[in-house]
């Protein structure tokens, strides 16, 4: 089924043919199965081809259905700029830097007055203020400001978020003030949504008033139920960078533990025949209810999946294995959502746990050791290890960088942070007694300050993090073929899985030392989108040289979503280059190649200039005219950088297109590279 989805994906396959390969091959399964003559042995793999084939077309019909674009009444069919739009708040308001955001659900597009049904996720952004802020999660608003569809920022090794945002079925965006839409009366939010937003909210509320540090809130608050709007960045980044994020965020972890403390709370019932499917039912009716008011996330969904088979089976007496059961819940959650597959949670969540389920034991194995409490220290650390395993090619590929010391943050942070995962459940739900919560709540925020503290001095250790990590998709699946490899020569004594392992390890080095060599060689101009700034790098083999606003390198989110990585995907460090000439403080000269950079007024930018360059950078807000600058500078490519305004973007690239001068506008078609060769 994965094969299917992957496919459908990729190759972007009608319904018509997925449905006829599913049919026919189900048809041609069953008779097979049916017919005397293909019901011995021989014809077994026949019949299993069969079956993979109907999977394959059935994970390709699947991800057809899911992708919002094939709906007939998809917003992108009905919409026309001009139109008015219905839609339906779906979630509470997030405050952002200059902004309040929220995913809406859209309802209705109005064409000359008649009304037409439509489907789709939006993301509205509200200008922030407090009469935006009075909008709730089920409101309706209408608008007629058009709506703008997502892009990427085009930036190299950037995030692909627009097919992020199309996996959870988001296709469009819009910025509105109070004045451009219209609120609808009632509120249309499902009893059911209502009532698990008033139970985050009170959750909430209880940590919010009796754990009075910032940051310890906010961790509490990410650890208890996922929320992560007051969790301070830089601590989220000390967490990543010590190898411990995934304490932070809900995942299987916290249902595992919440799993053992509601087995230990209704144990009584088991003892009766008569109580043991009340028992089941509590478990895991509260084990959903935590995964839903979470989020459902992809880690949380799978542990919850996991446990309701789990508990199912122990009640019909059918303990299944544990590979099937990690196999039957990913197909339930693909079932629901086929592009789960690319979620780096999902992904993240089945390697560690089938990672534990592999190489804990022969890890544990190595050590045996007599006292219960060293023993103990053994056992979460064999478990650590074994998690690492095959986590690590997966964290490679998406994060760039590995902790050091992950097995010493893992001994101290995982026991620290189940004891206050604990202690948070008991002080909401004790929340209503206010002397034992004070009480509590002012423990909590003690240990989490030690915990935040201990973190963040780790984070400071000399090695802590090995960063800048680039590798490939071919190189992260030839690590997990290493892995194989070595496994199954160190767990089976089998040769062949060792020639495996160093064949791939040794493919992996060649592609390795391949990609550093060009690198070696590559000589490239990159102005950046970067939202509000000019930014700009110079790359001469593995040595750059920024040439920018200098708030950007101050500013965490275009470091870590812009430059970073380009940098990594470049495999290239600060380091200015002498075969650069610089006769001015705007112009730049390499291999005959000149490159003017104005942010000034144009006598002032090109004074010590020649009368011709081949690449003209416009940046910030000067005053000038394009045809102006034709005549003074004769550009051959004219480049608008990320800070330029808006609309003075588009009165220049009108003018370019007048004149017939090659132009691009990095805010609407991505960073611009060149070679300088």
């Not at 220290?377 to 998406?398: F, K």
């Not at 950079?597 to 690449?615: C, F, G, M, P, W």
Request: aromatic letters at 14%; glycine letters at 6%; one cysteine or more.
């Amino acid at each position: 089924m994965l094969a299917g989805i992957m496919l459908q994906w990729y190759l972007q396959i009608s319904l018509t043919i997925s449905i006829i390969a599913f049919v026919v091959s189900l048809l041609v399964f069953f008779m097979m199965g049916a017919l005397r003559n293909f019901q011995s042995w021989q014809w077994a793999p026949w019949r299993g081809w069969v079956l993979m084939i109907a999977l394959v077309s059935c994970g390709m019909i699947l991800a057809w259905l899911k992708d919002t674009r094939n709906h007939r009444d998809w917003l992108g069919k009905q919409y026309q700029p001009g139109d008015l739009v219905v839609v339906t708040i779906d979630e509470p308001l997030v405050a952002k830097e200059r902004s309040y955001k929220a995913t809406a659900s859209v309802m209705y597009v109005f064409k000359e007055g008649k009304k037409i049904n439509a489907s789709g996720s939006i993301i509205i952004y509200l200008k922030k203020d407090s009469l935006n802020y009075t909008l709730r999660a089920g409101d309706r608003i209408l608008f007629n400001r058009d709506l703008q569809e997502i892009r990427n920022a085009g930036n190299p090794g950037g995030f692909d978020y627009k097919r992020y945002a199309l996996f959870n079925g988001i296709t469009h965006q819009v910025y509105l003030m109070h004045k451009d839409y219209h609120q609808l009366p009632s509120n249309y939010l499902p009893w059911y949504k209502s009532w698990l937003l008033q139970s985050r909210n009170y959750a909430l509320n209880a940590v919010k008033t009796h754990i009075k540090g910032a940051k310890e809130q906010g961790l509490a608050e990410a650890m208890l139920i996922g929320y992560k709007d007051d969790l301070d960045k830089s601590l989220l980044q000390s967490y990543t960078n010590t190898g411990v994020v995934h304490v932070i965020a809900v995942s299987g972890m916290h249902l595992a533990l919440l799993y053992w403390l509601l087995n230990l709370l209704f144990a009584p019932l088991l003892r009766k025949k008569k109580t043991q499917w009340l028992h089941a039912v509590l478990v895991l009716s509260l084990l959903w209810f935590f995964s839903f008011i979470t989020g459902g996330a992809a880690s949380i969904v799978r542990a919850a999946v996991m446990f309701t088979f789990i508990t199912v089976g122990t009640q019909i007496n059918r303990n299944a294995s544990i590979y099937n059961i990690l196999a039957a819940s990913a197909f339930c959650q693909l079932c629901y959502n086929p592009y789960w597959l690319w979620d780096v949670g999902f992904q993240l969540s089945y390697a560690a746990v089938l990672s534990i389920v592999v190489f804990y034991k022969p890890i544990y194995n190595l050590l045996f050791i007599k006292n219960k409490i060293l023993d103990a220290i053994w056992q979460l650390a064999a478990v650590s290890i074994a998690a690492q395993i095959l986590t690590t090619p997966i964290a490679l590929y998406y994060f760039h960088q590995f902790p050091v010391y992950f097995l010493l943050s893992n001994l101290v942070v995982v026991p620290v942070s189940t004891i206050v995962l604990v202690a948070t459940l008991v002080l909401v739900l004790l929340s209503p007694i206010k002397i034992i919560a004070a009480f509590i709540g002012h423990l909590l925020n003690g240990l989490i300050w030690w915990l935040n503290t201990f973190i963040e001095r780790m984070e400071d250790f000399p090695l802590a993090v090995w960063s800048g990590i680039n590798i490939s998709l071919s190189q992260s699946l030839l690590l997990f073929v290493f892995i194989a490899g070595m496994g199954f020569w160190l767990m089976s004594q089998r040769k062949s899985g060792f020639w495996w392992a160093m064949s791939s390890l040794s493919v992996f080095l060649l592609i390795r030392a391949t990609s550093f060599y060009n690198a070696g060689k590559q000589q490239k101009l990159i102005v950046y989108n970067a939202n509000r700034y000019a930014a700009m790098d110079v790359i001469n083999g593995r040595n750059y040289s920024y040439y920018g606003d200098a708030e950007a390198l101050a500013n965490t989110s275009v470091m870590n979503y812009v430059l970073n990585p380009s940098r990594i995907l470049h495999r290239i460090t600060a380091g200015r280059d002498p075969k650069w000439e610089q006769p001015s403080g705007n112009a730049l000269i390499f291999h005959d190649q000149k490159v003017i950079r104005i942010n000034q007024s144009l006598q002032k930018s090109v004074e010590t200039a020649s009368l011709s360059a081949d690449l003209v950078i416009l940046s910030g807000n000067p005053r000038l005219y394009i045809s102006d600058l034709v005549k003074m500078v004769q550009p051959s490519q004219i480049v608008i950088d990320g800070s330029v305004p808006a609309w003075k973007a588009r009165y220049w690239v009108r003018d370019c297109d007048s004149l017939q001068i090659a132009c691009h506008n990095v805010a609407t078609e991505g960073a611009f590279v060149m070679s300088l060769y």
